[in-house]
């Protein structure tokens, strides 16, 4: 009987786990993700199950064993760290979009802002404000904007004046709520809030290019993951990458 009892659970339980198609995706792929996943379930598949946040932590979590078929980071650094760990399957790498770098203000306090060498981000925060931006330890978007005030020469002021945020979605909430009067975030990210403006964009070259390297995770390697990796770069997925501001970089 117990024998009979454990080989049903296994019929029942493995299809569904066969059929869970998992996917690690950096915050600021949200919106864009959610769309193309409509479009993925209007053409007959089973819905993905989605893990949104810091590159970081989704890469920690697939380190520890967290299950999943696809990671999309924000960045180049924590892809390469699972590659190091052997947990990506390499050949499946591609680079599928870019961003923007932009300095956001509340909407209802809206400025421009030169974003130069020595440019007073101080003065723009006030006397006790901070500025709102994913933690630069680890969070993608804190490392491009250390990158780039760095490069502007406005780091060694700043510093201590951050407000580390857990992923960039966090940090502009911080400043949606007036908690913050500036933040960093990427371009797309401002670009679905109607509660930020964006004061100014970070030249380019101030910080490593922002590219978003998706792949297929080891363990994770499955028909339709592979299927549903070449939809999220394939006509239709392009179309709502743009409309939502990304850049492709293929």
Request: charged share 20%; net charge neutral; proline share 6%.
């Amino acid at each position: 009987m117990r024998l009979l009892i454990l080989l049903c659970l296994i019929l029942f339980a493995h299809p569904a786990q066969a059929q869970t198609l998992t996917v690690f995706a950096a915050a600021s792929l949200t919106d864009g993700m959610k769309d193309i996943a409509a479009l993925w379930i209007k053409d007959g598949h089973e819905p993905p199950a989605f893990s949104f946040g810091a590159s970081s932590t989704l890469a920690r979590q697939i380190e520890q064993g967290a299950p999943a078929n696809i990671f999309a980071s924000a960045d180049q650094a924590w892809m390469d760290a699972l590659v190091r760990k052997g947990m990506i399957v390499e050949q499946t790498r591609r680079n599928i979009l870019g961003n923007d770098l932009v300095l956001i203000v509340p909407a209802d306090h809206p400025t421009t802002v030169s974003i130069q060498p020595g440019f007073d981000l101080i003065g723009l925060l006030g006397a006790s404000g901070r500025l709102a931006v994913g933690d630069p330890a680890h969070v993608p978007v804190g490392l491009y904007a250390k990158q780039a005030l760095t490069s502007l020469g406005v780091w060694t002021r700043i510093e201590p004046r951050i407000a580390a945020a857990g992923d960039v979605r966090s940090g502009m909430l911080l400043v949606e709520r007036g908690e913050a009067p500036v933040g960093i975030v990427y371009g797309t990210d401002a670009a679905i809030s109607q509660k930020v403006r964006v004061a100014g964009i970070f030249p380019a070259g101030s910080h490593e290019p922002i590219t978003y390297p998706f792949a297929i995770v080891n363990g994770g390697d499955t028909a339709e993951a592979r299927a549903f990796l070449r939809f999220l770069s394939g006509d239709q997925a392009r179309k709502i990458w743009i409309i939502r501001g990304f850049k492709i970089a293929d």
